[in-house]
């Protein structure tokens, strides 16, 4: 078992790790404030090929493994948390559902725009009465004639309003439960489909969450993803690789705020030495770097397992339940170990600890990765 | 064909526009004291079209011989008629040593002669000297990005060519009175698959004083933030009477222009005075301007390596000491 | 068309420190990178082969884990790489260097060939205008752009003061600024490819036709007599101060040394 890096993936971290120090770190802070969607930033990653890592060349992806997929969200997240859960969200919960489930004409007309970069994706699963009760759908999709009429709404969508391809989940028959619910896949602009809410948040504030509307929308009847009946496994298998995502997204910024304590406690100085010497600050900080690392293996782990394995429920579970957490526990100490500082928005911990804490919530809370763990374990 | 035969320095006296390069007169300046080492004599070499009478000055700064080419292949510089020129030259009075400014030209034109020659070659040489023993030239100059000094010598082949950055030799005392052999040298120029056409020659328009020349300097780096910034470094250039330089960074970033970055890819500049405001100080930019006589640093991080070469640091907000410093040297300079 | 690059792996020097105590340098952990000249003379030679759909191919002198930079190259989109690698080409100075390469080069096809104008170790800018001398092709040195058309390149060629727009035709070599172009960069696909479809041909000493005594050490007129670290100028004097306090200690200096 070698768990070195293969001479690919340390030239893809160089890769991911210069593009985020010279093209987004910059912004990160301004992102924050102004709560605006980085459309600069998603412009270049769209040319690099970035929101299609994990998609084969022959649907226009980058045809690279999910590690590498994973490193990217990675880096990215490492200075900004809002750069990447939109490269997150866009692969994880829309691409690659197209890619798994999606006909030949789907995978032509939508997946490869998305891995293209020349189409941003989001998925609409939770409504305001279905959060971790996913089951619990409202929006309804009835057939007529040759279209599907969707009435209903979503909300908390990460790329909401920015995206241009939704997968949705609708209940097409209320009397089988969780079996009768089944995945659609939305285009921006269709009639009846229209933007309520902005979300203000506490943190990945420049990332665009947005209530999706459906009054009347007709769909062509082509746009069901996947078999009928099929929406709520799809939405689960989805959901599986989406942790991978945010795991990674969680380890980034564990690992940002690391790299920024570890820079300010070596300048800080106090009592006549910088606080590095001080063997409290060199506790918590042995602490979060093993905790960064434990979280980095077992990220890399579920994501190799993806990509090797058939069911990998398990492994991103883990991942994604000890990351985020890592990822809260960090960032709060990074907070903490700049002293006074550290609560100012002049350095940036204060913000990759507003948005660690999301990581425990979304595409699952961590009570939900135990529900997971706990069923496979025992 | 031995050693023995090369006797003699020479120096290719850059020209343009037929006015000689100021770094020509330095390099027949230190020319002139490897000459009293090696007991020989001084040759200049200039080539161009109508360059004739540049003959004079370089004798007036030194040269005991001046060889002239001119020729209309020469008018504006090319690499090919400029590289069978020297060779010629070369060829026929076989000197020992031959010196260029390390310019645009001369970085061009002496790797090609050098091959050509099948001789070795300095580049930008901050020191020479002779040998005493072996009276081979002992060339000194900075390597990985100016972090080390090596000293190179050439001892089987001639000449020993090397090139010299301007501002680094001192040019001799100007005199008009001595007289020296001026010889014209008629080559053919024969235009071969190796010639290139010029276009066009567009010169660049610029008011500003060139910062080599300047006594004092007040140069900004990152840490100056912004373009509009350095209206503070500006505003206390003129008030002290100096020129506002800058380091690769606020170059690359356009803040300032590339006339004026000091450094190892930029000028290298020996003013009376030299504030480095912002700058970090990394090596390269050092290596162009660490022989100013004084240097005074400005900047937040007290362990920036700026301090190691200033003569005085000043660990602080560049943003209020520069506008108060600025105040008060206007007030100085009205009390006088 | 088709252009090649030369490239050379060279260590950051922006991150090079110098031991304060023994005064030498410190080279461990400092990373390798494509130098920032070859890199620029790369992307420019990528932006043609974007416009004319010339094949664009990398050669580099240098040890083995040279690869890297080729394989980096190749990542941003060059199509296939040369290393040239032997014991024997070892200890060169820059006229030997450019003897190695260009007897590389004679084994490749080219037609337009771009060099950096100087690495970030050496700084000499003398490899690009030798190897030109070896290969008997006319040389445009300090290129500000690049472009082509038909069999002639037109090259925006720099000096202090003005530039000069300079027709050469091809074959031809052109050394490149690090400030023409912002490289692009690598794409993961690409990262990928380079590793896995992509080829690096290896020259050793065996496949070129040079004379032993025109390359490494021996095939070198200039000699290192000594190399030292740069003597350290003793260390002035520090202060930290309010900001007026600072100006006003500023004046006093200025006046002390005679300024005013």
Redesign the interface.
């Known amino acids: 078992m070698d768990f070195s890096l ?3 993936h340390e ?2 971290r160089t ?1 991911f790790r ?2 985020a120090e010279t093209e987004v770190k910059p912004l990160a802070q301004e992102v924050d404030e102004t709560e605006e969607f980085p459309r600069g930033t998603v412009a270049k990653m769209n040319k ?3 929101m299609g ?1 994990p998609v084969g ?1 022959e649907y226009g ?4 493994d999910t590690l ?1 997929y994973a490193m ?1 969200v990675e880096e990215l997240s490492r200075v900004c948390g809002t750069t990447g859960v939109i490269v997150s969200a866009h692969t994880s919960l829309c691409a690659e559902p197209i890619k798994k489930f999606g006909t030949e004409e789907q995978k032509q007309k939508y997946l490869v725009p998305l891995a293209k970069g020349e189409k941003l994706g989001a998925f609409g699963l939770t409504e305001p009465g279905a959060g971790t009760d996913a089951a619990g759908q409202q929006t309804k999709a009835i057939l007529d004639g040759d279209e599907y009429v969707l009435n209903g709404s979503k909300i908390f969508i990460t790329n909401g309003k920015e995206a241009d391809i939704y997968i949705i989940f609708a209940m097409t028959d209320k009397s089988k439960g969780t079996k009768g619910i089944s995945a659609f896949i939305v285009e921006k602009g269709t009639k009846g489909f229209t933007f309520g809410t902005k979300e203000k948040k506490m943190g990945i504030r420049g990332s665009a969450t947005y209530e999706l509307i459906f009054v009347d929308c007709r769909i062509p009847k082509e746009n069901l993803l996947g078999a009928i009946g099929k929406g709520f496994g799809i939405a689960m298998t989805t959901l599986d690789g989406g942790r991978i995502g945010i795991a990674s997204q969680a380890l980034g910024l564990a690992q940002g705020a690391l790299d920024s304590t570890i820079a300010y406690v070596k300048e800080r100085k106090q009592f006549g030495r910088s606080i590095s010497k001080f063997q409290n600050t060199q506790f918590e900080i042995a602490d979060m770097a093993t905790k960064v690392e434990a979280a980095r293996l077992l990220v890399y782990k579920a994501a190799m397992a993806k990509d090797t394995q058939k069911k990998f429920s398990l492994e991103a579970a883990m991942a994604k339940l000890y990351a985020a957490e890592v990822a809260m526990e960090v960032t709060t100490k990074a907070v903490q170990l700049h002293g006074g500082y550290g609560y100012t928005r002049e350095y940036d911990v204060e913000r990759m600890m507003r948005d660690a804490k999301i990581t425990e919530i979304y595409e699952g809370t961590s009570e939900v990765q135990k529900m997971v763990i706990a069923g496979s374990v025992l | 064909m031995s050693l023995q035969d090369y006797k003699g320095i020479l120096v290719f006296a850059q020209q343009f526009d037929c006015q000689i390069s100021g770094v020509s007169y330095e390099l027949i300046g230190k020319a002139k004291e490897l000459a009293a080492d090696l007991d020989t004599e001084v040759m200049a070499v200039v080539l161009g079209e109508g360059v004739k009478s540049l003959a004079d000055s370089l004798v007036a700064y030194g040269a005991d011989r001046v060889i002239v080419v001119d020729d209309k292949e020469l008018k504006e510089y090319t690499t090919e008629p400029y590289t069978h020129a020297m060779v010629s030259v070369i060829e026929k009075y076989k000197p020992e040593i031959v010196l260029y400014g390390a310019t645009a030209i001369g970085r061009d034109l002496a790797p090609r002669v050098s091959a050509r020659v099948k001789t070795g070659l300095t580049a930008d040489c901050t020191k020479l000297e002779v040998d005493a023993e072996t009276k081979n030239l002992r060339m000194t100059r900075p390597a990985f990005g100016g972090n080390i000094m090596a000293t190179i010598v050439c001892p089987d082949n001639r000449p020993q060519m090397a090139t010299v950055r301007p501002g680094v030799m001192q040019r001799a005392n100007k005199d008009t009175k001595r007289t020296a052999a001026i010889e014209e040298l008629n080559l053919e120029f024969a235009k071969n698959n190796n010639y290139v056409e010029v276009v066009e020659v567009i010169k660049k328009v610029t008011d500003k004083v060139d910062i080599m020349d300047a006594k004092i300097l007040v140069a900004g780096g990152r840490g100056v933030g912004s373009k509009e910034n350095f209206k503070l470094l500006q505003d206390l250039a003129d008030a002290i009477g100096g020129e506002v330089a800058s380091s690769r960074a606020c170059v690359d970033c356009q803040w300032t222009e590339k006339e004026q970055q000091v450094g190892q890819t930029g000028k290298t500049v020996r003013p009376n005075l030299y504030f480095a405001i912002g700058i970090s100080g990394a090596i390269q930019h050092l290596a162009g301007m660490e022989e100013s006589d004084l240097i005074i640093a400005i900047n937040k991080d007290e362990t920036a390596p700026i301090f190691d070469v200033a003569d005085f640091g000043i660990v602080g907000d560049l943003n209020k000491i520069i506008p108060q410093l600025t105040q008060k040297i206007k007030a100085e300079i009205a009390n006088k | 068309m088709k252009i090649v690059v030369c490239i050379k792996q060279v260590p950051d020097t922006n991150e090079v420190k110098l031991d304060p105590v023994t005064g030498t340098l410190i080279r461990d952990g400092v990373p390798s990178i494509i130098n920032p000249d070859d890199k620029a003379g790369l992307e420019a030679a990528l932006a043609l082969k974007d416009q004319l759909g010339a094949t664009v191919s990398v050669i580099t002198m240098g040890p083995m884990q040279a690869d890297a930079v080729l394989r980096e190259a190749m990542a941003m989109g060059a199509d296939d790489a040369y290393l040239v690698t032997d014991r024997a080409f070892g200890g060169a100075d820059t006229l030997a260097t450019s003897t190695t390469l260009a007897a590389a080069l004679k084994k490749i096809n080219y037609d337009l060939i771009i060099a950096g104008r100087q690495a970030i170790d050496g700084d000499t800018a003398q490899v690009g205008p030798q190897i030109a001398e070896h290969l008997n092709i006319p040389n445009v040195s300090y290129a500000e752009d690049i472009k082509v058309e038909g069999n002639t390149v037109i090259v925006k060629r720099q000096y202090e003061d003005r530039y000069h727009t300079v027709k050469v035709q091809m074959p031809c070599l052109v050394t490149a600024l690090g400030e023409m172009n912002t490289p692009r960069y690598m794409t993961p696909g690409g990262i990928f490819d380079a590793y896995r479809s992509k080829e690096v041909t290896i020259f050793t000493r065996a496949d070129l036709d040079v004379e032993d005594s025109t390359i490494g050490l021996k095939g070198s007129p200039t000699k290192v007599a000594q190399s030292f670290p740069k003597s350290v100028k003793a260390a002035g004097v520090k202060v930290t101060m309010d900001s007026e306090d600072a100006a006003d200690y500023i004046v006093e200096k200025l006046k002390e040394k005679f300024v005013f």
Do not use: R, V
């Open positions: 293969s001479k690919e030239m893809a890769l210069d593009f690099l090929g970035f890592i060349k992806g980058q045809g690279c590498t990217c």
